[in-house]
Every structure is written in C-alpha cells, then in structure tokens.
C-alpha cells in the first residue's frame, strides 16, 4: 500500500491523490528537438548554438550528447539556454569521437540529442549534425609559442586516458568505478560524472547495483540509475518517495562513501532496516511501521523526515497543490473539493533537508517557526492536521490562529483572500473560518466547535488542547484563547 495512504485517513488521501492524478493525465510528455544548429563546422573548445524547442531556461539546465556509431557517447552541459535555444562549449573529450586517418584524428561528423526534462527521441540528421574538428597540433616543447589553454587540456586528458587503460583497477577519476569498469561500460575514466547529471558515476552504478544486480550502464535511458542517462535524477528507482537526485544529496552529505550503506536509490532501506528505538523517531516514522525508510530517516537531525523537507508538508508546492476533501462552511451541495489559496503577503523559503539550520538563526529546523506565527515547523510539518487536531499550515501565519503577531492585519485589496478569509461560498459570503468558530481552528470538523466549557473538543485547561498537547512545539506565548497578537 502506498505510504501516503498508510499515513492519513483514507478520505484526505484520496482526495490528496486526485489533484495530481488528474493533472498528470492531462499533461503531455514533451521532448526536446533541433530544428537547426550554427555553425555547421567547428573545432573542440568551440561554442556551437543549437535551436530547437522544450529546452530548460538557464545556464547548465540542459545536456548536450555527442555520438559517432561505435563509440560511447559523450555528454556535457549546455553553457546557457532559452526554451528555444541554447549555447554549449564542444568539450576537449569530444576528441576521442573523432575519426583518425594515419594516427591523426581530423573533422568528423558528430550526431546530437539535448536532454532537458526528459531526453530528446531521436539522434540528429545530418543536416542538423555538426562536423567537429581536432585541435590544432600543439607546438612543439621547443617553440617558443606557448601551449593554448585549450592544447594544455587536450593533452592531459589524453594522458589520462592512457593511464587510465594502463591501470584497469585504479579508479583515475575517484568516482567510484574502476577504470577498467568504465572502459568496459562506455564511462568516461576521467570524468567523475560522464553525464553531467550532477552525480557522479558510481553513486548512479552502484543505486543500479542495488535495484538489479546484474544491471549495467548503456548510453540512454534503461529502467535503473543510469550514469549515461542525464535525465534519470528526476526518477524515484526504489519507490521510496525520493527522487535519485534528492538521495544522491543526501548521500554526499552524509559522507558514507562506497559502497551504498545510506541513501541509495536502488533500496528503500540502505544498510539495512532502522528499528524506531526512540519517541524522536517514532515521530520520523510516517507510515507507523516502526522502521524508518530511507524517505523516513533524518539526515540534517533537525526532527523533521527527510521526505517532509523534500517533497511533503514541508514543501510550498505540496500545499499548493493538496485537494481536501470538503470545503469548511460551504453551503453548496457536492462541492467538496478544496484547494487553500496560498498566503501572498510574505515570500517564503523551503528548509534544506541536509542542513538542519536552514535559516542559520540557531535554532533547529524542527523547533524552528517558519511563518512566525508560535506554532513550530515540527507541529506544522512533521504531524499531519489529523495528528495534532487543528488546522495548521506552516506557510500561513493565519493558520491555524487568525490572532497569530504575523497574520496579515489586512486583505488584499483585488487579489486572492488566504485562508482563513478565503470564500468558499461568495454567495452568502461564507468563508473556511467564521465567527464562532474555535480558535485556534480545529481540524477536520467541517462546521467547527465553540469554545463551551469543560468537555468540549477544544476546552483549554492547564496544557489540554483537545486530543494533542502542542505547548511544548510553541515557539511564542499563547494564551489559548486570543494568541500573541491580542484578540
């Protein structure tokens, strides 16, 4: 069962999962194409302009890969790039691409794909494929014309490649793989990261080792962590909740090296299983299961999952994007779905998964307050609304007290009302919280509870706050009743 649906009720999961269900079908995969490149010759170190559509906007957003039949295929990052045009620097390493005719390598005819999003379909026609030329012949050690930066580069990587086939178990570029392995696969031994994915060879090698044993690299796209696949950090392998870009980050910074005894992306739990042994984890452990996941773990220990600060409530996206299941106070029959409008007056900022002070403020990311309104990341990202029993949300300081020192004194004036002053109902004017309702809001009573008394699901008494006690997760005064701003 899917660990979203093991870790709330059944009724916000399925309505969480409909919003993104429904947009995925209505998405089409787009792929990116050349429809023109410029100049049609050049040499290595050369910039080629390549034109096309579905490209990624911004410098080293996009791969470009290289090909000559029989040889392994070259990747490297675009220098710059618009959605329709993008500029790369042809890499010394293109150079062993090249034909050779008497020991001499000279301008060879190169096939191109740009991976962005996803990776091109097709290789390049000759019409839009480049002819590369060699660098020219360096100077002899005796000329008195220096060696161009360029010639310098080309040499030593040249050398590299020699040594590299000249000692099959060493491993020349520290990545993980040995240089013999690399030759073998169509890595590049002088290269930590033949892709230019931003992980290195054989994080991705050994994450497929783990998902398939007998997996190996090929230069495209192959059901596991690929390290000639440029594309594959935006896939989940192990179907642990983390992409293998995010597991990959998570790895460096846990320095456990090789082989993959944390954070793999071809095992959901890397080194073995965690037993939840302690109440600080048994709070990590979303799925209640009494074994953290990889997803699970806390690598930065600032007490919020790793797969909260990656892609979960921890996110500005998640809620964004979160379809509940019923909209509080609306008088309209079957409209149920609600998606909370998000709180504009205030720019926020994600937490770091690997850095447990992200604001660098001294104060944990857990027990840190995000939207400063006394209510603790912890309490509004780590425990689900069910869980704590109030309507919190941890970047909108009106949720769940309206009297919080940082709600908005103040709507929009034109623009979009945050919740709680959101309508969901503009013909009566209704909005999801009304007067009379408890405060701080309770969560998930569609009509809520007022303050009655003793016995009330919301009574305030000593440290009761209905089903879950918050106080010790506070991070300013509250009164129970009016919050810090006043009533």
Avoid at 171 to 176: A, E, I, N, Q, R
Avoid at 315 to 321: L, N, S, V
Wanted: hydrophobic fraction near 35%; include cysteine; charged fraction near 20%.
């Amino acid at each position: 069962m899917p660990r979203i649906l093991r870790s709330l009720p059944l009724v916000l999961a399925a309505a969480i999962l409909m919003a993104p269900a429904a947009a995925h079908a209505a998405t089409k995969t787009v792929y990116p194409t050349i429809s023109d490149i410029s100049p049609r010759k050049l040499a290595v170190g050369d910039k080629l302009t390549i034109k096309g559509s579905h490209f990624r906007s911004g410098k080293r957003k996009n791969s470009v890969a290289f090909y000559r039949s029989g040889k392994p295929v070259v990747f490297t990052a675009a220098d710059t790039a618009t959605s329709t045009r993008l500029v790369v620097t042809i890499p010394v390493k293109v150079a062993a691409l090249l034909g050779q005719e008497n020991g001499t390598a000279i301008p060879t005819q190169l096939r191109l794909r740009v991976i962005a999003a996803k990776m091109g379909k097709t290789w390049t026609k000759n019409s839009r494929s480049p002819v590369v030329s060699p660098l020219p012949a360096a100077p002899s050690t005796s000329a008195a014309v220096p060696l161009t930066e360029q010639q310098a580069a080309a040499i030593a990587y040249q050398s590299c490649q020699q040594v590299a086939a000249a000692a099959p178990t060493a491993d020349g570029d520290g990545d993980g793989v040995a240089n013999g392995s690399e030759i073998q696969y169509g890595l590049d031994p002088c290269t930590a990261d033949t892709d230019g994915d931003g992980m290195i060879d054989g994080y991705e090698f050994w994450s497929a080792v783990d998902l398939n044993g007998a997996a190996v690299p090929y230069p495209g796209k192959r059901p596991w962590p690929n390290p000639l696949d440029p594309s594959d950090g935006g896939y989940d392998f192990d179907g642990d909740g983390l992409f293998l870009s995010q597991e990959y980050t998570l790895w460096k910074a846990s320095g456990s090296g090789f082989p993959l005894t944390q954070y793999s992306d071809g095992t959901q739990n890397s080194g073995g299983s965690m037993a939840v042994t302690t109440v600080a984890q048994s709070y990590l452990d979303l799925d209640g299961d009494g074994n953290l996941t990889d997803d699970e773990r806390d690598e930065d220990g600032d007490g919020l999952s790793n797969q909260v600060e990656f892609n979960y409530r921890g996110t500005q996206a998640w809620w964004a994007a979160i379809v509940w299941h019923y909209q509080p106070h609306s008088t309209v029959a079957g409209r149920i779905d609600y998606v909370e409008p998000a709180y504009g007056q205030r720019a926020f900022s994600n937490l770091d998964p690997v850095d447990g002070d992200s604001d660098g403020d001294g104060v944990p990311d857990g027990a840190d307050d995000q939207d400063n309104d006394g209510w603790s990341n912890f309490a509004e990202m780590q425990l689900s609304r069910t869980d704590i029993g109030y309507r919190v949300h941890p970047f909108n300081p009106c949720l769940p007290d309206p009297h919080a020192r940082t709600c908005s004194r103040w709507l929009p004036m034109g623009g979009t009302r945050f919740p709680p002053y959101d309508y969901v109902d503009a013909s009566v004017g209704s909005t999801s919280g009304m007067p009379g309702d408890a405060i701080p809001f309770a969560w998930p009573n569609v009509t809520y509870s007022t303050w009655t008394g003793a016995g009330s699901p919301n009574h305030y008494s000593g440290s009761v706050f209905g089903p879950w006690d918050p106080s010790p997760w506070f991070t300013a005064a509250w009164d129970g009743y009016t919050g810090p701003q006043g009533p």
